[in-house]
């Protein structure tokens, strides 16, 4: 059975929620880290689904990796393969279908409402409005022939959707301790960032424990429904030794 393709950029930015649920729908996965040493090599049609999770870095950034990343997504979206893009993974996804990728007018950290589009929630399985948690500081324009899912108040394109390939400018994968260990990763960082969206590492920690069970509930609904249009193995028979046996393709 072909697994699902998880792209880590950052230690303090796994896949949390997400493969718990992988691993409680028995769903094979494969971690792989881009960074380290490219991923030329990878083929898209070899997997049932691509994750892409977030990254310190700019999805414009001139960089080998990312321009690998690019290409590969390009390659998912040409063979029909799924593809689910988180914060940066949502940038590459947009790069990918030749939207573009801009600095949001503010930042972005801490917990914030979106309001979620009709057509999301039926598909989705979602409420109108739900609290997310976000760090970033770009955007993306919403790619030709998707749809807004998600927008916000200090930041209009928080997700879109085209087919299966689905986008979310927020982080819905966090677990709390995940959220607790890049706070005191990024502690100088929240030091020095301002603005309307941005909160403190106090108020972010003072927040988690009313908003972090809500938002577990929103990812397994989300990807509940993603993982549910993964193609599915293929049954056929297989003569061995003059028997027909099931196996999986």
């Known amino acids: 059975m072909k ?3 998880i792209l880590q950029h950052e230690t303090s930015q ?3 929620v997400l493969l718990a649920h992988l691993q409680q729908q028995g769903i094979p996965y494969a971690l792989i880290t881009p960074c380290d040493k490219g991923i ?5 049609r070899d997997y049932r689904g691509i994750v892409v999770l977030g990254s310190n870095h700019c999805a414009n950034e001139q960089l080998r990796w990312i321009e690998q990343e690019r290409c590969l997504l390009q390659s998912a979206l040409a063979a029909e393969v799924p593809v689910l893009g988180h914060c940066f993974g949502a940038q590459m996804l947009a790069r990918a279908m030749g939207a573009r990728v801009w600095r949001n007018p503010c930042a972005n950290i801490g917990w914030s409402r979106v309001w979620i589009t009709p057509d999301a929630q039926a598909c989705m399985d979602l ?3 739900a609290t997310i948690f976000n760090w ?3 955007s993306f324009e919403i790619p030709q022939g998707a749809s807004r899912s998600m927008y916000g108040s200090h930041c ?3 997700g879109f959707v085209h087919g299966p390939h689905w986008a979310f400018q927020g982080h819905l994968e966090v677990t709390a301790q995940s959220v607790r260990d890049w706070c005191d990763e990024g502690a100088p960082e929240l030091r020095s960032a301002a603005g309307p969206a941005v909160q403190s590492q ?5 927040q988690l424990p009313q908003h972090i069970r809500p938002l577990h509930q929103i990812a ?4 509940s429904a993603w993982t549910a249009q993964l193609p599915r193995p293929r049954l056929f028979y297989m003569p061995v030794w003059g028997e027909a046996r099931l196996a999986l393709a």
Not at 202 to 206: D, G, K, N, R
Not at 220 to 223: E, P
């Open 40 to 44: 030329a090599a990878m083929r898209a």
């Open 202 to 206: 106090a108020q972010i920690l003072a």
């Open 220 to 223: 397994a609904r989300t990807y």
């Open 14 to 16: 796994g896949p949390g």
């Open 127 to 129: 409420p109108a409005e």
């Open 3 to 5: 697994p699902v393709a």
């Open 136 to 138: 970033h500081y770009d």
């Open 156 to 158: 209009l394109n928080k």
